[in-house]
């Protein structure tokens, strides 16, 4: 009987622990986004909207359904902001972390924006999907239909901004192929776009 009691309590106390670790890989998000009420006028600005939401892990967001119906869509995409990350998020609910440009989301180029997971750079279509696995370190947005990638390169000050400096470099097209392989310096790369005429 005594035995039966210590597995009993093993099982609550297994049970507690995958609780706890679930609680701790979802984090309530306190959340900013314009709201749909004030979508109509112009360039809306985004406001605190308390918590909207849980974060889960270091790149999702689940958004709670009553905030869902509160959200401004454009293009079938509403942005949301949880402390310095961004995502983009569906009229479903589904989310995807936004590369942060310009105190909002990335913009779309070429149909296709930049995405975050675990610190590195992918692209993402206006579906939420995947086009380019994250596995880059930098990337610039797409422009006719190739976007310039590093591995290895490192984020430093420039004045009111930041600059990008060192690594790898080289192109990919919308397949995530490399069109240029990313085996160069930016300056050699830079030679290599300018030699072909921007191709």
């Known amino acids: 009987m005594d035995h039966v009691f210590r597995h009993r309590d093993r099982m609550r106390c297994w049970t507690s622990l995958l609780c ?7 984090q309530a998000a306190e959340c900013r986004y314009v709201p749909r009420t004030a979508a109509g006028g112009g360039a809306a600005k985004l406001a605190a909207q308390g918590n909207c939401g849980e974060l889960v892990g270091k790149d999702g967001l689940r958004i709670f359904r009553e905030h869902l119906g ?5 293009d079938g995409l509403a942005e949301v902001r949880v402390d310095d990350k961004v995502f983009y ?3 479903a609910g589904r989310a995807a972390r936004a590369f942060p440009f310009d105190n909002g989301a990335d913009y779309f180029s070429d149909g296709l924006a930049r995405t975050i997971a675990n610190g590195r750079i992918g692209y993402i279509d206006r579906r939420l ?8 370190d930098f990337g610039f947005p797409f422009d006719e239909g190739r976007a310039v990638v590093c591995i290895g390169c490192t984020e430093v000050p420039e004045g ?3 600059a ?3 690594g790898r470099w080289g192109m990919i097209d919308k ?5 240029v392989p990313v ?15 921007g191709r």
């Open 20 to 26: 706890g670790l679930l609680a701790a890989a979802a």
């Open 70 to 74: 509160r959200l401004s869509f454009r």
């Open 89 to 91: 998020v569906d009229r």
């Open 129 to 136: 999907r995947v086009v380019v696995k994250p596995e880059y």
């Open 160 to 162: 009111e901004h930041r």
């Open 164 to 166: 990008v400096r060192g």
């Open 175 to 179: 397949t995530g192929a490399q069109v």
């Open 183 to 197: 085996i160069h310096t930016r300056e050699a790369l830079d030679r290599i776009i300018g030699d072909s005429g």
